[in-house]
């Protein structure tokens, strides 16, 4: 071994190199002071071997970049590992950077004859971040998507170059594939060979100098080996522990893939920026303007460190302390604006709706891709446009919750809200207008719409034009319009409550309902085929026990257990809804199409007619699957039902609108508007 140790040496003189790296003076004793350096280089070179090795699976195109990410995530060995190790160790390097700052600046280790090396670590820095930047938008979904065109655009307002600089980052004037491999080139290749070579004159001043001492007295004066390399080696143990530990047991997030055609309100950058988001937030800075904001106070924040060198060599003492001073209130600065930032999220109702609406995605994103069809040639994003369990809530929200709940929510996750009587007073909660169809179909609604029809069809009376045809009815006018209260199929309900409910026909009426959420096709419920036939029998024949005796449902609804035509007309309409396969996928789309046709309601019925031009028939089939529940089953936590909810702040803002309404209101007072979620 001495001798190949021999050879060696004499060929590269390796001996001298080792007893240079390893042999600095470090005047005052090895301390853990000084470890942060180590701990950012270490943490670099962590970061270049995980991206090898994610490289080596990545594929960057708008097709592929996220189902390359989705195999490293969940099919490559160890590939969640080292995803989580790179995503965890580049955070950990932009929390070790600013330490290594701030101990910089307070050591006063960026004085004379140490300006350029000061100067060297601020350009590192700005290429670490610009590590940060790139890397977001990599994995090519949601979250990445949405906030690296927040980026872009802030590009844009760049005094004088702004949209230049804009279109050479994207690609292009739109944002898409070039936009990613353009990024993608910046992240694994351009920027860090630059912090290779910036690393380098870095050390390389930095030994030329030596070592800045906080106290020289401190403890006898060492070498670099082996007591600061202990504490260094320690430091990094704890570095990678750390992050080791956030891969295992948190992962890297990994929101679904990324949709222009969705808005994604939940997107926010990396939490190490969220202090400049926050700061962008505020009224007095956007009323001054996006270039005031996130390019001329940045600029004047880092022209004022990129000084401190000078600062101190001017002004002497007062100059480093008002650089010490000036580096703390900074920090502070920007970890209240942080904490401010996770504050406003955390109480922020749409930010959490969406962020659950993100995570249901996710989560379905993965599900569909790992189930048994995997992801299509056409990428994985087509997964969800065609996936009635995510397009079905948003559709639903955006055609139907106008009138309509789901669960009491807006499909979506949110209660629907409209503007107050009062322009000074908040949104309040928009009551209901039409029936919740969060039920919709199973034994629940049946059982409703048997034995509680005025109840089940209650929301009706909150809409105005309910309220206007009672005030013309009470007038003495004739008006023709849907009363659950007072209908031919709420007075028979309630004329027969005591029937219905008696124990005698207690079999019989889980036989009519059985037989009537059959009809639906709906999956998720069975019924025995026995029961189903003695419903089926009672629906169509009347065979009740007691004062319901040939009573039956086909006395008013003819059609009931046929098949729904598939070319449905009206010249048969008895007058009454038809209950051909009664809340299947044929008669909801029919219903939908067609809600004022003679085999539904008629003209009863106020109900928008929803037009293929309104509501193509590519979303009518998504939104009445979902209603259905005709999708590939799925374990993805759904949306909490809502309904309590609804009904209690109904019932608190109906409590204090009677204790207000002698109260004289301001001017302005009608200006009641559209719901919308909230």
């Known amino acids: 071994m001495n001798a190949l140790i021999h050879w060696l040496d004499s060929r590269t003189g390796f001996k001298a190199l080792m007893h240079e790296a390893l042999y600095e003076r470090v005047p005052g004793g090895a301390r853990w002071r000084y470890v942060w350096g180590s701990t950012l280089v270490f943490t670099f070179v962590l970061q270049m071997i995980t991206g090898f090795m994610l490289w080596t699976a990545y594929s960057p195109s708008t097709r592929t970049a996220w189902e390359s990410v989705y195999y490293i995530q969940h099919e490559m060995y160890l590939g969640d590992i080292i995803r989580g190790l790179h995503h965890y160790a580049a955070q950990a390097m932009v929390v070790l950077m600013a330490i290594h700052l701030i101990q910089v600046i307070v050591d006063g280790a960026y004085k004379a004859p140490r300006e350029m090396n000061f100067w060297l670590g601020i350009v590192l820095m700005m290429i670490v971040l610009g590590l940060s930047l790139t890397g ?23 005094p004088g170059v702004g949209p230049e600089v804009q279109v050479l980052a994207q690609g292009g004037s739109a944002y898409g594939h070039l936009t990613l491999t353009r990024f993608f080139a910046m992240h694994a290749g351009i920027l860090p060979t630059l912090l290779v070579g910036f690393l380098a004159l870095h050390i390389y001043v930095f030994r030329r100098h030596g070592l800045t001492v906080h106290n020289e007295n401190h403890a006898p ?25 956030l891969a295992i047991f948190r992962g890297a997030e990994m929101t679904a893939p990324a949709d222009p055609a969705v808005k994604f309100d939940a997107a926010r950058p990396e939490w190490y920026f969220l202090f400049l988001f926050q700061f962008l937030r505020f009224h007095a800075v956007e009323s001054l303007g996006l270039t005031f904001g996130a390019i001329i106070v940045p600029g004047i924040i880092m022209g004022i460190i990129s000084l401190m060198p000078i ?10 302390n008002f650089n010490r001073v000036f580096i703390w209130l900074l920090a502070l600065g920007i970890a209240g604006l ?26 379905r994103a993965v599900e569909l891709a790992s189930g048994p069809n995997k992801i299509p040639v056409e990428g994985a994003v087509s997964l969800l446009r065609k996936d009635p369990f995510t397009q079905g809530p948003r559709l639903f929200a955006q055609n139907c919750a106008v009138c309509h709940r789901y669960n009491g929510h807006d499909g979506r996750g949110s209660l629907v809200t409209q503007a107050a009587k009062d322009k000074l007073d908040p949104p309040v909660i928009a009551p209901p207008t039409a029936a919740d169809l969060g039920s919709f179909g199973n034994p629940e609604w049946m059982t409703a719409i048997v034995i509680d029809y005025s109840n089940h069809f209650a929301w009706m009376k909150n809409a105005e034009w309910f309220k206007k045809a009672q005030e013309k009815s009470a007038a003495g006018e004739s008006v023709d319009y849907i009363n659950p209260g007072s209908s031919e199929m709420a007075d028979w309900t309630g004329g027969n409550m005591d029937a219905l409910k008696s124990p005698e026909n207690a079999d019989n009426l889980k036989a009519l309902v059985a037989f009537l959420v059959s009809e639906t096709g709906h999956s998720g419920t069975t019924f025995d085929a026995t029961l189903i036939a003695k419903g089926r029998d009672l629906a169509i024949n009347g065979s009740w026990a007691g004062a319901l005796k040939d009573t039956s449902c086909a006395g008013c609804h003819d059609t009931i257990g046929q098949d729904f035509p598939a070319q449905p007309d009206d010249s048969a309409a008895s007058g009454y809804p038809t209950l051909a396969k009664y809340g299947s996928a044929a008669w909801l789309k029919d219903f939908i199409r067609h809600p004022d046709a003679k085999r539904h309601y008629g003209s009863k019925n106020e109900m928008m007619v929803y037009s293929p031009q309104k509501l193509s028939d590519t979303d009518l089939d998504l939104l009445v699957r979902w209603m259905t529940h005709d999708y590939p089953p799925s374990t ?9 909810m609804l009904k209690a702040a109904l019932a608190a803002s109906a409590g204090s609108a009677k204790n207000t309404a002698e109260t004289p209101s301001h001017s302005g007072a009608d200006n009641a508007a559209e719901p919308k979620a909230e």
């Not at 994995?139 to 872009?152: E, L, N, S």
């Not at 101190?312 to 100059?319: M, P, Q």
């Not at 904490?339 to 995570?359: P, S």
Request: overall charge negative; proline content about 2%.
């Open 311 to 320: 600062t101190a060599n001017v002004l002497g003492k007062f100059g480093h």
């Open 136 to 158: 977001y938008l990599l994995p090519w979904d949601q979250k990445g998507y949405y906030a690296t065109q927040v980026t872009t655009n802030i590009m844009s307002v760049t």
């Open 636 to 644: 993805v936590h759904d949306y909490e039902n809502q309904l309590e």
């Open 221 to 245: 004066e060492t070498t670099f080996w082996p007591d600061q390399v202990l504490k260094d080696a320690i430091a990094c143990l704890a570095v990678l522990s750390v992050v080791l530990l």
């Open 338 to 363: 942080t904490g401010l930032a996770f504050y406003n999220d955390a109480n922020d109702k749409d930010h959490q709706a969406a962020l659950t609406e993100a995570h249901r995605d996710a989560e």
